[in-house]
């Protein structure tokens, strides 16, 4: 065994994708998003994980399931950080890094107690409108969320 | 712009909004075609308002349409807790147009997407009222032949108040357009409007005392200063006279200023100022009709 590896906390995956680098607190929502609820093959998930780079982290490891890319940007709101590996036999293949998308549908509660989408039943709908400081504007009641006013669905 | 809604002012191009303009002085010329006796409109007012309301269903009587409706929610099913939905889908099937008024923001937006009927908001929450932005637009270019190259001049609430909000929008699309904002300290314009005016290559001038402004500029644009807005009455009662106008300001003012103000007044434009032939407020309010009959035409597919 190669003694410089260094141990795994969440066991390796054959064949699939993992999702590290998800920041503290987010791995549930990035399941919920991603859909793995409702996924039948095996699925590892780790929280509260040391990382060099933010302190602490998330990951999740999906057996057998890769990702397209207009999948892999739906949970870039919630895991702006985070990377997705994909695997074959235990092997590296592909690493990606989310990216921003120009709308983002469900997902995102609107802030404002007095939009529509707080009263009636309406699917969420916002344009991101600074994806470096990341700024969401409601499609419906036209107000600004500013990141440290996101809250998610 | 046929069967197309109208929710944002941001919705229609400075072409399009030029072109209803353009059709709201035919309707102002003859206000009275019955180009409307074959179409039924729905007038759903969700919340009272008297001028905005009255406003449609006079242009629409003119025209010689058909109003249905209600005018405030209490009279309707909502009472009985219908969704907003199952409303407008059930008001589509009587309407040919659906002009409406709600409380809650981005209901308007909501309500055009449900099916292929038209919407004209007639004022949503905080959010929008396309149709004050018409009208005030229409009273610039009448009352200066122009909208290019102009002064104005936005005084009172511009924090709260979206006729300003959406006017001062409305007017970065055009030329050379300096914005002169008298407001207090609490109440100056949000800083997402500011913005907007200088990403559009606009420049703006914020002043607290409106003497400073009033002979410079071709319009003169009022607002109600509301005490609610005030999170302490003492920094209400400091201010609230200082946004007052009386015609002795109006002495040394260029004789093109005309004042708008969106009505209902209070006392922020005392009543002798009204024989001022600068005084364009009720005329102003008169042009909302025109305007919503060249909105209705085009919308319906008869301009």
């Not at chain 2, 102002?28 to 406003?55: C, D, G, H, M, W």
């Not at chain 2, 010689?64 to 589509?92: A, C, H, M, N, P």
């Not at chain 2, 420049?203 to 005030?230: C, G, H, P, S, W």
Request: glycine share 4%; net charge neutral; aromatic share 8%.
């Amino acid at each position: 065994m190669n003694t410089k590896k260094k141990e795994l906390k969440v066991s390796a995956i054959a064949n699939g994708t993992v999702i590290d680098h998800i920041p503290q607190g987010h791995v549930s929502k990035v399941m919920n998003i991603l859909n793995l609820e409702n996924f039948e093959d095996q699925i590892y998930f780790g929280a509260n994980l040391d990382s060099k780079k933010y302190g602490k982290k998330g990951i999740i490891k999906v057996s057998n399931r890769y990702f397209k890319d207009s999948e892999i940007n739906k949970i870039a709101i919630v895991a702006p950080t985070a990377t997705m590996i994909e695997i074959k036999d235990y092997e590296v293949i592909k690493k990606t890094s989310v990216k921003i998308p120009d709308e983002v549908i469900g997902i995102v509660k609107c802030f404002n107690p007095k939009c529509v989408t707080n009263h009636e039943n309406v699917i969420t709908r916002f344009t991101i409108i600074d994806k470096e400081n990341l700024k969401v504007k409601c499609h419906y009641c036209e107000k600004i969320t500013k990141k440290e006013h996101i809250e998610f669905l | 712009m046929k069967n197309r809604s109208l929710i944002s002012i941001n919705d229609y191009s400075k072409e399009e909004l030029l072109k209803i303009l353009k059709i709201a002085e035919e309707f102002e010329a003859n206000p009275r075609q019955k180009i409307l006796s074959n179409y039924v409109i729905a007038s759903l007012f969700f919340e009272p308002s008297t001028r905005t309301r009255l406003s449609f269903e006079s242009a629409i009587n003119q025209l010689g349409g058909r109003v249905i409706g209600f005018t405030d929610s209490s009279s309707s099913s909502v009472k009985k807790g219908e969704s907003l939905r199952d409303t407008i889908e059930t008001v589509s099937l009587y309407s040919d147009l659906i002009v409406m008024r709600h409380p809650i923001e981005g209901s308007a937006r909501f309500a055009s997407e449900i099916n292929d009927t038209p919407i004209i908001n007639a004022g949503d929450g905080a959010n929008q009222h396309p149709t004050q932005c018409l009208l005030d637009m229409y009273s610039i270019q009448k009352t200066q032949g122009t909208l290019d190259n102009l002064d104005i001049a936005f005084v009172g609430d511009l924090k709260y108040g979206r006729t300003v909000h959406s006017l001062v929008i409305a007017m970065s699309m055009f030329k050379n357009t300096r914005f002169h904002l008298v407001s207090p300290e609490e109440l100056k314009l949000p800083r997402a409007v500011k913005e907007f005016i200088l990403s559009s290559g606009l420049t703006y001038e914020q002043y607290t005392d409106i003497n400073a402004v009033i002979e410079k500029v071709d319009i003169l644009y009022m607002t109600r200063i509301q005490a609610e807005r005030f999170a302490d009455p003492i920094e209400y009662e400091k201010v609230k006279n200082s946004y007052i106008l009386e015609n002795s300001m109006l002495e040394n003012s260029k004789d093109n200023l005309r004042i708008l103000h969106p009505l209902p007044r209070v006392n922020e434009i005392n009543e002798d100022v009204d024989t001022n032939d600068k005084a364009y407020y009720f005329q102003q309010a008169q042009n909302g009709v025109f305007v919503r009959q060249a909105l209705l035409a085009s919308i319906l597919g008869l301009r």
